[in-house]
């Protein structure tokens, strides 16, 4: 059974910055990304990076804020959150699969895998 383990999260001032980190126990996953949920809300994708080519996707509000990427030799996959907003405030999720295609990177149904989440908290 694949692991997902997720680091960094924590309390963090409106502008300010928090580094995400998630390790899998499997070095073969091809599609690894975020997702969060916000209280009282559904879980929404944040971000996708594509291990061959390393091609990433965003959620549009993230975009120009947040960077994903990953190190395939260290299993390894980050979320660079920059310039954060109260909005941001939710728990955060890697999320990771072998057979997700684009059409289906926002439906968090299409990933087999999933970490336990971290808490990530924004003060305005």
């Known amino acids: 059974q694949v692991q997902l383990v997720e680091s960094g999260g924590g309390l963090v001032q409106a502008g300010g910055s928090l580094r995400l980190s998630c390790t899998a126990s499997?070095?073969?996953?091809?599609?690894m990304g975020w997702f969060r949920q916000a209280p009282g809300k559904a879980r929404e994708f944040v971000a996708v990076?594509?291990?061959?080519?390393?091609?990433?996707y965003y959620q549009d509000s993230v975009k120009g804020r947040f960077t994903i990427s990953r190190n395939n030799a260290k299993d390894q996959v980050y979320l660079q959150m920059e310039n954060m907003e109260p909005e941001d405030k939710a728990v955060y999720y890697c999320?990771?699969?072998?057979?997700?295609?684009?059409?289906?990177?926002?439906?968090?149904?299409?990933?087999?895998?999933w970490g336990q989440g971290t808490q990530v908290t924004v003060s305005s």
């Open positions: 999320a990771a699969g072998n057979t997700i295609i684009l059409s289906q990177i926002y439906n968090p149904n299409a990933y087999h895998y």
């Open positions: 990076v594509w291990r061959s080519g390393g091609k990433t």
């Open positions: 499997e070095r073969t996953l091809s599609s």
